[in-house]
């Protein structure tokens, strides 16, 4: 898959833009703050509905405007599409594919991104919320109807929080506990279903992951992932062994998850009830890095921490890949050469040489290595101001 052409009105500093994009490497060049970061912002919003930069969308609208529009020609084999996302400063958002509409989270099913910018680096050395944000983030751009199963679940976990404020407001003696089973059941639903599809992605992710952080390091450091469960935290002693055993495994499929969530909310009911929140659930699991058999967060140095995150990105890219009926993701490289040192940024570039199509941004034109910059965009002050 690749983007022929990206259109933007009123998206973040461009009033307009144009820009012709092409196989392989593209790289956007400009000095900090005039624009080259938007544009591929642009194309990750339309994979994932969100951006890496900020938490809401109304940040991408430009000062003044009303509404921001993203609009990209793509092309895989000899099939084109027109895919266009409107974000909205009041109402919901649009979106349509040849002029059509659709759901904008249908647009994950056309257009497929993996981008990697210095922010990134928090999956290694961040709080566990980071990583399970990205592994939602890559779940739904695999199979966009888990985007449905997260927002039942976000739902119903706001519902039964509520609950328990309720109980404990009225005395733990009058809690409506007949409301809260009907609430475990379908908190138990969405997330057993969240847990296992976690549990498969992590299992897919891990040999490649392996095998870019040896890529890109360039020594053989033995990188692992495996999921951190909250409804096994306070299993029985006995059951201990079994649950390790099948999480090494990856055996975790829908049934187990459900079994595991309803004995974990039955064990922790007293201390919800009394604190007045759910205490177990995929809203507290945890994507575990290691490295060497150590925890990568608290022992990694800074190299190895983006080695690791670059891994993770490269190995989502590789999943993507394989699931996807439309060709490669696209790679986008937002100011991640500057970070690098010389030996790390040739391994990069012969890691992603494979893939369709490459944006890249950069400050500096030297830090990108001369095979990237095939195909050139000068960016000054939101405005495209040279192609090469």
């Known amino acids: ?13 461009y009033e307009t833009a144009e820009v012709e994009l092409h196989p392989g490497a593209n790289l956007f060049v400009g000095r900090n703050g005039q624009g080259k970061t938007n544009l591929v912002e642009s194309i990750g919003y339309l994979s994932t509905l969100s951006s890496h930069r900020v938490p809401s969308d109304q940040a991408m609208i430009r000062s003044g405007a009303d509404a921001a529009i993203i609009r990209a020609r ?20 649009r979106a349509q594919v040849n002029r059509g509409a659709v ?16 922010e990134d680096l928090a999956l290694v050395r961040g709080e566990p919320s980071g990583r399970r944000r990205f592994l939602d983030g890559v779940l739904v751009q695999r199979n966009p109807r888990l985007s449905g199963v997260l ?47 976690r549990s498969e992605l992590v299992a897919e992710l891990e040999p490649h ?36 055993e099948a999480v090494r495994h990856g055996a975790i499929d829908r ?26 659930g995929p809203h507290r699991d945890d994507l575990v890095l290691t490295l060497n058999g150590l925890p990568a967060r608290g022992y990694a140095s800074h190299g190895e921490s983006w080695s690791f995150a670059l891994a993770l990105k490269l190995a989502t890219a590789e999943v993507l890949r394989q699931h996807s009926t439309a060709g490669d993701p696209i790679i986008v490289l937002d100011d991640v050469f500057a970070e690098l ?42 405005r495209i101001v040279e192609a090469s």
Do not use: C
Not at 79 to 92: D, I, K, M, T
Not at 356 to 362: K, S
């Open 103 to 118: 759901k904008p989270r249908e647009l994950s099913r056309y257009v497929s991104s993996v981008l990697f910018a210095p």
């Open 1 to 13: 898959m690749i983007v022929r052409h990206l259109s933007l009105v009123d998206f973040r500093n």
């Open 255 to 280: 049934a187990l998850a459900a079994s595991w969530f309803s004995e974990a909310l039955e064990r922790s009911r007293r201390q919800e009830l009394e604190r007045a929140i759910t205490l177990v």
């Open 74 to 93: 793509l092309q895989h084999g000899d099939r084109q599409l027109l895919v266009e996302a409107q974000l909205n400063r009041s109402g919901p958002n």
């Open 151 to 197: 927002s039942d679940y976000e739902r119903s976990l706001r519902q039964r929080n509520m609950l328990l404020k309720s109980a404990r407001a009225s005395g733990l003696k009058n809690a409506p506990l007949s409301t809260l089973d009907i609430w475990d059941e379908r908190l138990i639903e969405f997330g057993s279903e969240l847990m296992a599809a």
């Open 341 to 382: 040192d010389a030996s790390r940024r040739e391994r990069l570039t012969e890691a992603i040489e494979g893939y369709e199509q490459v944006l890249i941004t950069a400050a500096v034109f030297d830090d990108v290595p001369a095979p990237l910059a095939a195909h050139t965009v000068h960016i000054d002050s939101g």
């Open 209 to 244: 992951t392996r095998l870019a952080y040896a890529a890109i390091a360039g020594d053989s450091h033995d990188a692992t992932l495996s999921m951190q469960f909250s409804v096994l935290d306070s299993a029985r002693d006995d059951d201990e062994g079994l649950h390790e």
